[in-house]
């Protein structure tokens, strides 16, 4: 059997994930990343997105958004505002809350409204990634 390295995902709600997998992929702001078995030591800021991690043939996602990650002595740790299992996700809910935050982000844009345009640009990204979340799951 191949080496694995624990994966915790963590929320203010508390863990979300705690396995031994083969490997974990995450969206950082400085762009995706992948990780394996015995990694050298990393730290990355975590964007709106899709983490996958896979145990042999299993492979499984969740939609995460904003937060931290880190890789010290096989383990990677994600410190994350939310964590929603992909095939958990109520995809038509996911479909109204895209639907929503496109409407607002017209009318903030329409309105010069910075503010509530960069509120929308996050629910529309964490829409799109429960989306694409519940695919994968």
């Known amino acids: ?14 863990a979300v994930v705690s396995e031994d997998v083969d490997i974990v992929n995450a969206p950082g702001y400085g ?11 990393f730290l990355s800021t975590i964007k709106i997105g ?18 931290f990650s880190e890789v010290s002595n096989n383990k990677i740790t994600f410190l994350v505002e939310s964590a929603e299992s992909g095939s ?11 639907e929503r935050a496109e409407k607002r982000l017209a009318q903030a844009a329409a309105h010069d409204d910075q503010f509530n345009q960069v509120r929308a640009e996050a629910a529309l990204q964490r829409a799109l ?8 799951a």
Do not use: C, W
């Open 31 to 41: 762009g995706d990343f992948g990780v394996l078995a015995n990694h050298a030591p």
């Open 88 to 98: 958990s996700i109520d995809v038509d809910r996911a479909m109204k809350a895209k």
């Open 50 to 67: 899709i983490l996958t991690y896979a145990q042999g043939n299993n492979r499984k996602s969740l939609m995460i958004s904003g937060g």
């Open 1 to 14: 059997m191949a080496q694995q390295i624990h994966l915790e995902v963590v929320t203010p709600a508390g």
């Open 129 to 136: 990634a429960r989306i694409k979340a519940s695919k994968i």
